[in-house]
């Protein structure tokens, strides 16, 4: 049974706006630092954002100030709201999780969603 589920993913304009979801099982979701990577057409995974239990959130360079990590701990829910988005933008996202932020933040984490695809394209 899938422990990390994407959802939100799609197409959208140079510009635009998309809100990325993942849903974890409440063990993971009340235990683990919770991620976001991505990988680009022909480029290596790179990390996105990662959010502790208490909210606290890091970014990548390259979207901060456009994306927002967020949780939902009545859910079980992590969001990734991407604004401003950029051709460059255009990867696989993935939902990963972690006891260490180390591990999560450097692309070790043990437990990854199957990924969504997320286009920006005129």
């Known amino acids: 049974q899938a422990q990390l589920v994407e959802s939100g993913g799609g197409l959208v304009q140079p510009g635009g706006s998309l809100r990325l979801s993942c849903a974890a099982s409440?063990?993971?979701?009340?235990?683990?630092?919770m991620g976001w990577f991505r990988r680009a057409p022909g480029k290596e995974r790179e990390f996105v954002a990662v959010?502790?239990?208490?909210?606290?959130?890091k970014y990548a360079d390259s979207v901060k100030g456009r994306f927002t990590m967020s949780r939902d701990n009545a859910g079980n829910t992590v969001y990734l709201q991407m604004n401003t988005l950029k051709p460059e933008d255009t990867a696989v996202y993935y939902c990963?999780?972690?006891?260490?932020?180390?591990?999560?933040?450097?692309?070790?984490?043990?437990?990854w969603g199957l990924g969504i695809q997320v286009t920006v394209s005129s």
């Open positions: 990963t999780a972690s006891h260490d932020r180390t591990l999560l933040t450097t692309g070790h984490a043990t437990r």
């Open positions: 409440e063990k993971i979701f009340n235990s683990y630092f």
């Open positions: 959010i502790d239990s208490g909210g606290d959130t």
